[in-house]
């Protein structure tokens, strides 16, 4: 199993829709977590940090479930410009590691 | 500042040929990392570094090595070149590690070995 699990998607939406992505881990031990974005042929950029209370940014909103071990990644009102590869990254206690999802691929579609 | 900078962008070797990928970071970063992204799949830890002299394996460090002599720079190094190795590097540098360190990446360096 791998020790992050995303769906590869692509999860194809209308603009203004809202939608969300799951990622699951698979070591308890995972205490940081993240969600980058990649654009095509880019390099990834932090999207957010994932809090264990969940936090928003603006039409972004991530949330941690500890028990069930996964985090996930609200959008609202989705622009064209949200139109990219969204990658879930854990980081375990006590290595300087960070485990990178294989990705969600996300299309806007006007 | 420039951030990560990663030279060069694009590169073809032949089976066989040795290449150093540079990378240099301008924020007094402590860590430093190497990732491979082969198509479709997620980002792979080749090497790292938490400072200057100190570098250990990540996940696939066959076939490369590397050295910090300086905060700044955290080359990687190619030795006999493989099909298997055409991918896109990136390099990344931390302050810190965990919850709220952001890892900043490099554009990247497309590699295709023939």
């Known amino acids: 199993r791998k020790e992050v699990e995303q769906d590869p998607g692509p999860f194809n939406v209308p603009e203004g829709a809202t939608v969300a992505f799951n990622c699951t881990y698979s070591n308890s031990a995972s205490q940081s977590f993240f969600w980058y974005r990649q654009d095509c042929r880019k390099e990834p950029k932090l999207l957010m940090s994932v809090y264990s209370s969940g936090n928003e940014d603006g039409r972004f909103t991530a949330q941690l479930n500890r028990a069930s071990q996964y985090i996930s990644l609200l959008i609202r009102d989705s622009k064209l410009s949200d139109s990219a590869t969204y990658l879930c990254v854990v980081n375990n206690v006590g290595t300087y590691k960070y485990i990178f999802g294989t990705g969600t691929r996300l299309k806007v579609l006007a | 500042n420039a951030g990560v900078t990663q030279t060069p962008k694009f590169r073809i070797l032949k089976i066989g040929q040795s290449m150093t990928l540079q990378c240099t970071q301008d924020m007094n970063h402590n860590y430093m990392y190497w990732y491979r992204q082969d198509p479709g799949m997620g980002l792979k830890l080749i090497y790292y570094s938490v400072g200057a002299g100190i570098t250990d394996k990540g996940e696939v460090p066959n076939g490369y090595n590397v050295s910090r002599s300086t905060t700044e720079d955290f080359p990687l190094r190619l030795e006999l070149a493989a099909p298997s190795q055409t991918s896109v590097y990136f390099c990344?540098?931390?302050?810190?590690?965990?919850?709220?360190?952001?890892?900043?990446f490099g554009p990247g360096t497309r590699l295709l070995v023939l």
């Open positions: 990344a540098s931390s302050y810190d590690y965990g919850m709220r360190e952001t890892q900043y």
